[in-house]
Protein backbone atom coordinates (compact mmCIF):
# COMPACT_ATOMS: atom_id res chain seq x y z
CA UNK A 1 0.00 0.00 0.00
CA UNK A 2 1.44 3.90 -0.84
CA UNK A 3 0.73 6.39 1.22
CA UNK A 4 -1.09 9.29 0.12
CA UNK A 5 0.84 12.06 1.55
CA UNK A 6 4.15 11.09 -0.46
CA UNK A 7 2.60 10.40 -3.53
CA UNK A 8 0.90 14.61 -3.22
CA UNK A 9 4.63 15.71 -2.19
CA UNK A 10 6.44 14.32 -5.47
CA UNK A 11 3.45 12.73 -8.08
CA UNK A 12 5.95 13.00 -10.69
CA UNK A 13 8.01 11.20 -9.33
CA UNK A 14 5.13 8.46 -8.55
CA UNK A 15 3.87 8.55 -12.22
CA UNK A 16 7.80 7.38 -13.01
CA UNK A 17 8.20 4.84 -11.22
CA UNK A 18 4.83 3.57 -12.06
CA UNK A 19 5.52 3.76 -15.57
CA UNK A 20 8.85 1.50 -14.78
CA UNK A 21 6.55 -1.26 -14.49
CA UNK A 22 4.18 -0.44 -17.49
CA UNK A 23 1.48 1.27 -15.34
CA UNK A 24 -0.12 4.17 -16.07
CA UNK A 25 -0.25 7.49 -14.29
CA UNK A 26 -1.72 7.43 -11.35
CA UNK A 27 -1.15 10.47 -9.48
CA UNK A 28 -3.53 12.75 -10.60
CA UNK A 29 -6.52 10.46 -10.20
CA UNK A 30 -5.31 9.69 -6.37
CA UNK A 31 -4.33 13.25 -5.58
CA UNK A 32 -7.84 14.37 -6.73
CA UNK A 33 -9.93 11.75 -5.03
CA UNK A 34 -7.80 12.68 -1.60
CA UNK A 35 -8.33 16.42 -1.96
CA UNK A 36 -12.04 15.38 -2.51
CA UNK A 37 -12.21 13.66 1.09
CA UNK A 38 -9.70 15.82 2.82
CA UNK A 39 -12.28 18.53 1.74
CA UNK A 40 -15.63 16.53 2.71
CA UNK A 41 -13.46 16.18 5.97
CA UNK A 42 -12.72 19.55 6.72
CA UNK A 43 -17.29 20.36 5.60
CA UNK A 44 -17.67 17.68 8.49
CA UNK A 45 -15.34 19.18 10.96
CA UNK A 46 -17.13 22.56 10.35
CA UNK A 47 -20.44 21.54 10.47
CA UNK A 48 -19.63 20.02 13.81
CA UNK A 49 -17.62 22.59 15.28
CA UNK A 50 -20.72 25.08 13.80
CA UNK A 51 -23.26 22.67 15.81
CA UNK A 52 -21.20 22.96 18.97
CA UNK A 53 -21.44 26.77 18.98
CA UNK A 54 -24.91 27.08 18.32
CA UNK A 55 -25.64 24.74 21.18
CA UNK A 56 -23.85 27.39 23.75
CA UNK A 57 -25.60 29.91 21.78
CA UNK A 58 -28.85 28.94 22.25
CA UNK A 59 -28.18 27.90 25.89
CA UNK A 60 -27.33 31.75 26.06
CA UNK A 61 -30.27 33.23 24.66
CA UNK A 62 -32.05 31.01 26.82
CA UNK A 63 -31.05 32.20 29.69
CA UNK A 64 -31.65 35.63 28.14
CA UNK A 65 -34.91 34.71 27.48
CA UNK A 66 -34.44 35.64 24.05
CA UNK A 67 -36.79 32.90 22.81
CA UNK A 68 -37.14 34.43 18.85
CA UNK A 69 -32.98 33.87 18.70
CA UNK A 70 -32.94 30.16 20.49
CA UNK A 71 -35.77 29.14 17.96
CA UNK A 72 -33.78 30.23 15.15
CA UNK A 73 -30.16 28.92 16.48
CA UNK A 74 -32.35 25.34 16.94
CA UNK A 75 -33.22 25.50 13.62
CA UNK A 76 -29.79 25.53 12.15
CA UNK A 77 -28.85 23.40 14.35
CA UNK A 78 -31.27 21.08 12.87
CA UNK A 79 -30.09 21.59 9.71
CA UNK A 80 -26.55 20.81 10.52
CA UNK A 81 -27.90 17.74 12.03
CA UNK A 82 -29.35 16.41 9.12
CA UNK A 83 -26.68 17.52 6.72
CA UNK A 84 -23.97 16.08 8.84
CA UNK A 85 -24.74 12.45 7.90
CA UNK A 86 -24.33 12.95 4.42
CA UNK A 87 -21.51 14.85 5.20
CA UNK A 88 -20.01 11.13 7.05
CA UNK A 89 -20.92 9.26 4.24
CA UNK A 90 -19.35 11.19 1.88
CA UNK A 91 -16.54 10.95 3.95
CA UNK A 92 -16.27 7.18 4.48
CA UNK A 93 -17.39 6.45 0.44
CA UNK A 94 -14.28 8.70 -0.84
CA UNK A 95 -11.91 7.02 2.19
CA UNK A 96 -12.69 3.71 0.87
CA UNK A 97 -12.43 4.38 -3.25
CA UNK A 98 -9.24 5.69 -2.55
CA UNK A 99 -8.19 2.83 -0.43
CA UNK A 100 -9.38 0.77 -3.12
CA UNK A 101 -7.48 2.79 -5.54
CA UNK A 102 -4.35 2.40 -3.77
CA UNK A 103 -4.55 -1.29 -2.74
CA UNK A 104 -4.67 -2.06 -6.70
CA UNK A 105 -1.56 -0.52 -7.00
CA UNK A 106 2.18 -2.29 -6.99
CA UNK A 107 4.57 -1.42 -5.29
CA UNK A 108 7.62 0.47 -7.04
CA UNK A 109 10.72 -0.86 -8.13
CA UNK A 110 13.90 -0.50 -6.06
CA UNK A 111 16.24 1.81 -7.86
CA UNK A 112 18.44 -0.73 -9.34
CA UNK A 113 15.89 -2.78 -11.07
CA UNK A 114 16.57 -2.99 -14.59
CA UNK A 115 13.37 -2.22 -17.04
CA UNK A 116 11.59 -4.22 -18.75
CA UNK A 117 8.14 -6.09 -19.60
CA UNK A 118 9.27 -10.05 -19.08
CA UNK A 119 11.63 -12.62 -18.23
CA UNK A 120 13.75 -12.36 -21.35
CA UNK A 121 14.82 -8.66 -19.68
CA UNK A 122 16.10 -10.21 -16.32
CA UNK A 123 19.80 -9.30 -15.61
CA UNK A 124 22.06 -12.30 -14.89
CA UNK A 125 23.88 -11.87 -11.37
CA UNK A 126 25.73 -14.96 -11.25
CA UNK A 127 25.97 -18.61 -12.33
CA UNK A 128 26.92 -21.73 -9.91
CA UNK A 129 27.99 -25.24 -10.61
CA UNK A 130 28.22 -26.80 -14.23
CA UNK A 131 25.39 -27.85 -16.16
CA UNK A 132 24.99 -31.74 -15.79
CA UNK A 133 25.83 -33.59 -18.65
CA UNK A 134 25.64 -37.38 -19.29
CA UNK A 135 26.77 -39.94 -21.96
CA UNK A 136 23.14 -41.09 -22.38
CA UNK A 137 20.21 -39.05 -23.63
CA UNK A 138 18.74 -36.90 -20.42
CA UNK A 139 15.34 -37.62 -19.51
CA UNK A 140 12.91 -35.15 -18.08
CA UNK A 141 11.57 -35.97 -14.72
CA UNK A 142 8.34 -36.90 -16.05
CA UNK A 143 9.62 -39.89 -18.05
CA UNK A 144 11.51 -41.12 -14.85
CA UNK A 145 8.93 -40.03 -12.10
CA UNK A 146 6.67 -42.64 -12.89
CA UNK A 147 8.87 -45.75 -11.45
CA UNK A 148 9.85 -44.17 -8.37
CA UNK A 149 6.41 -43.41 -7.01
CA UNK A 150 5.13 -40.21 -9.43
CA UNK A 151 1.96 -41.40 -10.35
CA UNK A 152 0.31 -38.58 -12.47
CA UNK A 153 -3.04 -40.63 -13.68
CA UNK A 154 -4.21 -41.46 -10.00
CA UNK A 155 -3.83 -37.95 -9.19
CA UNK A 156 -5.76 -36.95 -11.44
CA UNK A 157 -8.22 -39.13 -11.43
CA UNK A 158 -8.25 -38.41 -7.93
CA UNK A 159 -8.70 -34.88 -8.07
CA UNK A 160 -8.23 -33.48 -11.55
CA UNK A 161 -5.45 -31.61 -13.67
CA UNK A 162 -2.38 -30.67 -11.51
CA UNK A 163 -2.78 -32.89 -8.83
CA UNK A 164 0.29 -36.04 -8.31
CA UNK A 165 0.03 -38.61 -6.17
CA UNK A 166 3.84 -39.10 -4.79
CA UNK A 167 4.27 -42.59 -3.34
CA UNK A 168 7.46 -44.89 -2.09
CA UNK A 169 10.73 -43.68 -3.03
CA UNK A 170 9.44 -40.49 -4.36
CA UNK A 171 7.33 -39.50 -1.26
CA UNK A 172 10.63 -40.73 0.94
CA UNK A 173 12.83 -38.12 -1.39
CA UNK A 174 9.80 -35.47 -1.05
CA UNK A 175 10.11 -35.45 2.81
CA UNK A 176 13.93 -35.99 2.79
CA UNK A 177 14.18 -33.13 0.83
CA UNK A 178 11.56 -30.81 2.68
CA UNK A 179 13.48 -31.48 6.25
CA UNK A 180 16.50 -30.96 4.68
CA UNK A 181 15.29 -27.63 3.85
CA UNK A 182 13.67 -26.61 6.73
CA UNK A 183 16.76 -27.68 8.95
CA UNK A 184 19.42 -25.74 6.75
CA UNK A 185 17.21 -22.35 7.10
CA UNK A 186 16.61 -23.06 10.67
CA UNK A 187 20.59 -23.08 11.12
CA UNK A 188 20.58 -19.68 9.24
CA UNK A 189 18.68 -18.23 12.14
CA UNK A 190 15.10 -18.61 11.18
CA UNK A 191 12.22 -19.57 13.81
CA UNK A 192 10.61 -22.87 12.77
CA UNK A 193 6.95 -22.31 12.85
CA UNK A 194 3.54 -24.30 11.87
CA UNK A 195 1.15 -21.91 10.88
CA UNK A 196 -2.40 -22.29 9.72
CA UNK A 197 -2.90 -22.99 6.54
CA UNK A 198 -6.88 -21.22 6.21
CA UNK A 199 -6.63 -17.22 6.76
CA UNK A 200 -9.05 -14.68 6.57
CA UNK A 201 -9.77 -12.12 3.86
CA UNK A 202 -7.46 -9.34 6.01
CA UNK A 203 -4.51 -11.71 6.19
CA UNK A 204 -4.86 -12.32 2.27
CA UNK A 205 -5.31 -8.71 2.09
CA UNK A 206 -1.96 -7.50 3.93
CA UNK A 207 0.76 -9.67 1.72
CA UNK A 208 -0.90 -8.29 -1.53
CA UNK A 209 -2.84 -11.44 -3.04
CA UNK A 210 -6.20 -9.45 -2.46
CA UNK A 211 -8.09 -7.85 -3.99
CA UNK A 212 -5.80 -8.32 -7.45
CA UNK A 213 -5.14 -11.90 -7.81
CA UNK A 214 -8.50 -13.77 -5.61
CA UNK A 215 -8.88 -16.08 -9.06
CA UNK A 216 -5.04 -17.54 -8.30
CA UNK A 217 -6.57 -18.64 -4.66
CA UNK A 218 -8.59 -21.19 -3.50
CA UNK A 219 -11.54 -20.35 -1.19
CA UNK A 220 -13.35 -22.52 1.23
CA UNK A 221 -17.46 -22.20 1.65
CA UNK A 222 -16.98 -20.39 4.77
CA UNK A 223 -15.02 -17.72 3.24
CA UNK A 224 -11.30 -18.37 4.12
CA UNK A 225 -8.95 -19.02 2.22
CA UNK A 226 -5.81 -21.84 1.55
CA UNK A 227 -2.68 -19.85 1.87
CA UNK A 228 -0.95 -19.91 -1.84
CA UNK A 229 2.43 -19.71 0.14
CA UNK A 230 2.92 -19.71 3.64
CA UNK A 231 4.36 -16.31 3.76
CA UNK A 232 0.60 -15.25 4.25
CA UNK A 233 0.32 -16.73 7.62
CA UNK A 234 4.24 -16.07 8.36
CA UNK A 235 4.21 -12.05 7.60
CA UNK A 236 0.87 -11.73 9.43
CA UNK A 237 2.26 -12.76 12.79
CA UNK A 238 3.18 -9.35 13.36
CA UNK A 239 0.11 -7.72 11.90
CA UNK A 240 -1.23 -4.50 13.54
CA UNK A 241 1.09 -4.98 16.03
CA UNK A 242 4.20 -2.02 17.41
CA UNK A 243 7.33 -3.54 17.74
CA UNK A 244 10.28 -2.25 19.67
CA UNK A 245 13.28 -2.18 17.57
CA UNK A 246 15.10 -4.18 20.19
CA UNK A 247 12.50 -7.33 19.10
CA UNK A 248 13.76 -7.02 15.31
CA UNK A 249 14.91 -8.77 13.37
CA UNK A 250 12.46 -11.32 12.99
CA UNK A 251 13.20 -14.34 10.91
CA UNK A 252 10.45 -17.06 10.32
CA UNK A 253 10.03 -20.38 8.63
CA UNK A 254 7.91 -23.05 7.60
CA UNK A 255 7.26 -26.21 6.05
CA UNK A 256 3.83 -26.28 4.43
CA UNK A 257 1.53 -26.98 1.56
CA UNK A 258 1.14 -24.49 -0.61
CA UNK A 259 -2.51 -24.14 -2.92
CA UNK A 260 -2.60 -22.05 -6.23
CA UNK A 261 -5.64 -22.12 -8.97
CA UNK A 262 -2.60 -21.27 -11.68
CA UNK A 263 -5.45 -19.20 -13.24
CA UNK A 264 -2.57 -16.97 -14.87
CA UNK A 265 -0.89 -20.08 -16.07
CA UNK A 266 -3.43 -21.98 -18.36
CA UNK A 267 -1.53 -24.00 -20.97
CA UNK A 268 1.83 -23.81 -19.16
CA UNK A 269 3.80 -27.13 -17.65
CA UNK A 270 0.61 -29.09 -18.22
CA UNK A 271 3.04 -32.27 -17.70
CA UNK A 272 4.42 -33.39 -15.08
CA UNK A 273 5.44 -31.90 -11.60
CA UNK A 274 6.86 -28.51 -12.56
CA UNK A 275 3.35 -26.90 -11.77
CA UNK A 276 0.77 -28.40 -9.43
CA UNK A 277 -2.43 -27.04 -8.30
CA UNK A 278 -0.66 -28.62 -4.30
CA UNK A 279 3.04 -28.56 -3.88
CA UNK A 280 5.15 -28.13 -0.66
CA UNK A 281 7.40 -25.86 -0.14
CA UNK A 282 9.81 -24.22 2.77
CA UNK A 283 8.87 -20.47 2.89
CA UNK A 284 11.39 -17.62 4.71
CA UNK A 285 9.88 -14.68 6.03
CA UNK A 286 12.23 -11.59 7.79
CA UNK A 287 10.55 -8.97 9.64
CA UNK A 288 13.34 -5.76 10.02
CA UNK A 289 13.55 -2.06 10.36
CA UNK A 290 13.91 -0.08 6.96
CA UNK A 291 17.94 -0.17 7.63
CA UNK A 292 18.63 -4.04 7.82
CA UNK A 293 16.46 -4.50 4.49
CA UNK A 294 18.88 -4.47 1.99
CA UNK A 295 21.72 -6.39 3.83
CA UNK A 296 18.65 -8.88 4.42
CA UNK A 297 17.46 -9.56 1.01
CA UNK A 298 21.44 -10.85 0.05
CA UNK A 299 20.86 -13.28 3.11
CA UNK A 300 18.19 -14.34 2.51
CA UNK A 301 18.88 -15.57 -1.18
CA UNK A 302 22.30 -16.80 0.00
CA UNK A 303 20.53 -18.92 2.33
CA UNK A 304 18.42 -20.31 -0.36
CA UNK A 305 21.08 -20.47 -2.69
CA UNK A 306 22.89 -22.63 0.23
CA UNK A 307 20.56 -25.23 -0.07
CA UNK A 308 21.33 -25.74 -3.82
CA UNK A 309 24.66 -25.76 -2.83
CA UNK A 310 24.35 -28.47 -0.41
CA UNK A 311 22.40 -30.19 -3.18
CA UNK A 312 25.06 -29.65 -5.83
CA UNK A 313 22.44 -28.57 -7.96
CA UNK A 314 23.78 -26.29 -10.88
CA UNK A 315 21.88 -22.95 -10.73
CA UNK A 316 21.96 -19.19 -11.56
CA UNK A 317 20.25 -16.21 -9.70
CA UNK A 318 18.51 -13.34 -11.57
CA UNK A 319 17.60 -10.00 -10.76
CA UNK A 320 14.13 -9.77 -12.13
CA UNK A 321 12.81 -7.00 -14.42
CA UNK A 322 10.43 -4.30 -13.64
CA UNK A 323 7.89 -6.35 -15.45
CA UNK A 324 8.44 -9.27 -13.92
CA UNK A 325 8.62 -8.80 -10.72
CA UNK A 326 5.35 -9.30 -8.20
CA UNK A 327 2.76 -7.00 -7.15
CA UNK A 328 4.53 -6.44 -3.49
CA UNK A 329 8.03 -6.50 -4.12
CA UNK A 330 10.59 -4.03 -4.93
CA UNK A 331 13.45 -6.39 -6.01
CA UNK A 332 13.34 -9.45 -6.60
CA UNK A 333 16.11 -12.35 -7.41
CA UNK A 334 15.04 -15.83 -8.93
CA UNK A 335 17.15 -18.64 -8.97
CA UNK A 336 16.79 -20.79 -11.39
CA UNK A 337 18.15 -24.26 -11.52
CA UNK A 338 19.29 -26.33 -14.85
CA UNK A 339 17.15 -29.45 -15.76
CA UNK A 340 19.01 -31.23 -18.31
CA UNK A 341 16.20 -32.87 -19.35
CA UNK A 342 14.81 -29.56 -20.65
CA UNK A 343 18.45 -28.49 -21.09
CA UNK A 344 17.18 -25.15 -19.42
CA UNK A 345 17.04 -23.07 -16.35
CA UNK A 346 14.04 -23.25 -14.52
CA UNK A 347 12.88 -21.05 -11.39
CA UNK A 348 13.07 -22.51 -8.14
CA UNK A 349 12.78 -19.65 -5.40
CA UNK A 350 12.09 -16.40 -5.65
CA UNK A 351 13.03 -13.88 -2.87
CA UNK A 352 11.72 -10.37 -2.45
CA UNK A 353 12.08 -7.75 -0.46
CA UNK A 354 8.61 -5.94 -0.36
CA UNK A 355 10.13 -2.25 1.38
CA UNK A 356 7.19 -0.94 3.90
CA UNK A 357 4.34 -2.09 1.20
CA UNK A 358 2.86 -5.20 3.14
CA UNK A 359 3.85 -3.75 6.65
CA UNK A 360 1.16 -0.59 5.21
CA UNK A 361 -1.70 -3.10 4.58
CA UNK A 362 -1.02 -4.63 7.83
CA UNK A 363 -0.65 -1.57 10.24
CA UNK A 364 2.27 -3.27 11.12
CA UNK A 365 4.96 -1.01 12.53
CA UNK A 366 8.23 -0.39 15.22
CA UNK A 367 9.45 2.26 17.36
CA UNK A 368 12.91 3.15 16.96
CA UNK A 369 14.51 3.33 19.97
CA UNK A 370 14.59 7.00 21.87
CA UNK A 371 12.17 8.24 19.02
CA UNK A 372 7.95 8.99 20.31
CA UNK A 373 6.85 7.91 17.14
CA UNK A 374 6.61 4.83 14.98
CA UNK A 375 7.51 3.61 11.61
CA UNK A 376 6.74 1.16 9.49
CA UNK A 377 8.38 -2.67 9.67
CA UNK A 378 9.87 -3.73 6.21
CA UNK A 379 9.16 -7.06 5.11
CA UNK A 380 10.70 -9.92 2.56
CA UNK A 381 9.77 -13.39 2.04
CA UNK A 382 11.35 -15.80 0.08
CA UNK A 383 11.41 -19.86 -0.74
CA UNK A 384 14.01 -22.15 0.22
CA UNK A 385 12.96 -24.23 -2.04
CA UNK A 386 9.74 -25.05 -3.72
CA UNK A 387 10.12 -29.16 -2.80
CA UNK A 388 9.02 -30.34 -5.72
CA UNK A 389 10.65 -28.31 -8.05
CA UNK A 390 13.65 -29.36 -6.04
CA UNK A 391 12.51 -33.27 -6.42
CA UNK A 392 12.21 -32.70 -10.28
CA UNK A 393 15.81 -31.38 -10.19
CA UNK A 394 17.17 -34.09 -8.62
CA UNK A 395 15.40 -36.63 -10.52
CA UNK A 396 17.16 -34.84 -13.83
CA UNK A 397 20.44 -34.29 -12.42
CA UNK A 398 21.04 -37.25 -10.45
CA UNK A 399 19.43 -39.69 -13.11
CA UNK A 400 21.31 -42.78 -14.18
CA UNK A 401 21.15 -44.61 -17.52
CA UNK A 402 18.99 -47.48 -15.91
CA UNK A 403 16.19 -45.59 -14.81
CA UNK A 404 17.55 -45.05 -11.30
CA UNK A 405 18.56 -42.03 -9.33
CA UNK A 406 21.53 -41.32 -7.16
CA UNK A 407 20.51 -39.63 -3.68
CA UNK A 408 22.68 -36.80 -2.80
CA UNK A 409 24.84 -37.05 -0.46
CA UNK A 410 23.72 -34.81 2.13
CA UNK A 411 20.19 -36.41 1.89
CA UNK A 412 21.44 -39.85 2.63
CA UNK A 413 21.45 -39.51 6.73
CA UNK A 414 17.43 -38.35 6.05
CA UNK A 415 16.76 -41.68 4.08
CA UNK A 416 18.38 -44.07 6.40
CA UNK A 417 21.59 -43.76 4.34
CA UNK A 418 20.21 -45.12 1.43
CA UNK A 419 22.21 -43.96 -1.95
CA UNK A 420 20.12 -44.78 -4.72
CA UNK A 421 16.53 -45.35 -5.32
CA UNK A 422 15.61 -48.01 -7.42
CA UNK A 423 12.98 -48.08 -10.04
CA UNK A 424 10.16 -50.07 -9.90
CA UNK A 425 10.82 -52.66 -12.75
Known amino acids: MHDIRLI ?25 LDEQRRATIADSQSAQTRRNELSKAIGQ ?3 QKDEAKAQALMAEVASLKEALPALEADEARLGSE ?38 FAAREHDA ?3 AIGLDFETGAAMSGARFTLVRGPAAKLQRALGQFMLDH ?10 PPLLVRD ?36 VREQILSEAELPLRFTALTPCFRSEAGA ?12 QFDKVEMVSIVTPDMSEAEHERMTACAEGVLDALQLPFRRMLLCTGDMGFTAARTYDLEVWLPGQARYREISSVSTCTDFQA ?20 LNGSALAVGRTLVAVLENYQQEDGSVAVPTVLQPYLGGLTVLEPKR
Open 8 to 32: RDDPAAFDAALAKRGVAPQSASLVT
Open 61 to 63: AKA
Open 98 to 135: LQAMLAAIPNLPATDVPEGGGEDDNALVHTRGTPTTFA
Open 144 to 146: IGP
Open 185 to 194: VAEAGFEQVS
Open 202 to 237: EAVFGTGQLPKFSEDLFRTTDGRWLIPTAEVSLTNI
Open 266 to 277: AGRDTRGYIRQH
Open 360 to 379: RRMNARYRPEGEKGTRFVHT
